[in-house]
């Protein structure tokens, strides 16, 4: 497959951040050419647009879009004990499927290329995520608690099986994720490390997320969730730590000294009302990797990262009386390069030679005019529905706002009668 993307504005995200104008060549998964004039016919012609590297999600749970709007204006514990987790134990196959095509069907119109899961059924999940040709950091959660598929001691050595299936996926990459150090004992801590260390692979996990888990995890353990994962082998070089809200500077520096990185979901926070601040300019100071999420949608309730991108610059501004603190360039490195080249993969800026994970947005649009300077533009002013294209592994899921791939209007229907059977008694 050949795509060419002419007369562009890019935002390469290479290691000048250069900004510059011309056209794109895209043969099978790479971008193999940028220059001034390319004359070559490809497949695809795309002509006229602003093209960045597309989105990199580094915290969600793709099957809660069938709980989007389903308990809102509660605090985390509210929602999570009266809402999510009484329906969530009626959740299928069939329905986390219905759901995750839902929140794929919604990342790929927002501009989303990458994504980084963690719920049930994550094999389904995975194959989900294959089908629809979203990139995807598959977090097969591991709990004390026997979860909707299958029993807790099953968990580990179904893990294990699922890391096999998908370790050498193109697409698709296994991911340990104990669901957090308050609901994991320290041994199921020590053996999710274990099994990914194995392997090679990633962890994901929450990570002080509301006051009251830390006080939880400090009353159960004597130490702090930063602390209670270095003990127990969980914080290291290869580790995602979502949310980080409520951690002090020695657990900043604790993180930065492990290599590990933090996923910053703003959105989700603000909604569940957590309370904490990610401390993103202490995090930047001692070094540490700092990326965003939009957590699910049952908590955002959006999947969208231009609206996630602009308030992580917005929230700490305002937090911090400063409005430098964290600038619209930083905040668009957190979402592409910076998540890209933590997760390990050959994209998150547009180079020859890199993945083509890129994303087309139509500027010819009232919220994006005048033009004076397009980062300013895609951190503060755009959204995803700005997106025109989306094309992931130099495939067009969408172009022009069409899907080729899939039907939208199916996967809609499929949703609302997942839903329905989620809600009914
Ligand atoms: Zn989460």
Redesign the pocket.
């Known amino acids: 497959m050949s795509i060419l993307i002419k007369d562009a504005i890019i935002l390469t995200q290479d290691n000048e951040r250069e900004v510059r104008k011309g056209d794109i060549y895209i043969e099978d998964d790479a971008i193999v050419e940028i220059s001034d004039r390319i004359k070559i016919e490809a497949e695809y012609t795309i002509r006229g647009k602003l093209v960045m590297p597309g989105l990199i999600n580094t ?3 793709l099957p809660m879009t069938l709980m989007r709007g389903y308990g809102d204006d509660l605090t985390l514990e509210e929602w999570l004990t009266t809402r999510i987790w009484p329906i969530e134990k009626k959740l299928d196959k069939r329905m986390v499927e219905a759901g995750t095509r839902l929140a794929l069907l919604e990342m790929i119109s927002t501009g989303t290329t990458t994504c980084s899961d ?1 719920y049930f059924f994550e094999d389904t999940i995975a194959s989900t995520c294959k089908e629809m040709g979203m990139r995807c950091f598959a977090g097969f959660s591991i709990i004390d608690f026997d979860t909707p598929e299958m029993k807790k001691e099953m968990l580990l050595p179904e893990c294990e099986k699922f890391i096999r299936r998908w370790k050498d996926d193109g697409l698709v990459t296994p991911v340990v994720a104990p669901h957090s150090t308050y609901s994991c004992s320290p041994e199921t801590l020590q053996k999710s490390a274990e099994l990914a260390e194995k392997y090679d692979m990633m962890l994901h996990t ?1 990570c002080s ?1 509301t006051r009251k888990e830390v006080y939880d995890v400090v009353e159960r353990y004597g130490v702090r969730p930063v602390e209670q994962l270095e003990k127990n082998g969980m914080l290291t070089e290869k580790t995602v730590l ?2 980080c809200g409520w951690i002090t500077k020695e657990e900043v520096r604790q993180i930065a000294r492990a290599g590990a990185c933090v996923s910053h ?1 703003p959105v ?1 926070n603000m909604k569940l009302a957590t309370g904490g601040f990610t401390p993103l300019p202490e995090l930047f100071d001692a070094g540490a990797c700092v990326t965003l ?1 939009t ?2 949608a049952a ?1 955002n309730n959006k999947l969208d990262m231009f609206e996630t991108m602009k308030f992580a610059a917005l929230i700490h501004k305002h937090h911090r009386w400063d409005a430098q603190i964290v600038t619209a360039q930083q905040t668009l490195d957190m979402a592409t390069v910076n998540a890209a080249s933590y997760l390990g993969i050959n994209a998150g800026s547009i180079e020859e030679g890199k993945k083509a994970d890129l994303i087309c947005l139509d500027t010819n649009m009232p919220n994006l005019a005048p033009m004076h300077n397009p980062i300013s533009h895609v951190v503060y002013a755009a959204s995803g529905f700005n997106v025109s294209s989306t094309i992931i592994d130099g495939k067009p899921l969408m172009l022009e706002r069409e899907f080729h791939y899939f039907n939208k209007q199916k996967i809609l229907e499929d949703a609302e009668k997942a839903k329905n059977e989620l809600v009914s008694d």
């Open positions: 915290h969600t749970h963690m929450h997320e979502a949310h979901n989700s999420g957590d699910g908590s």
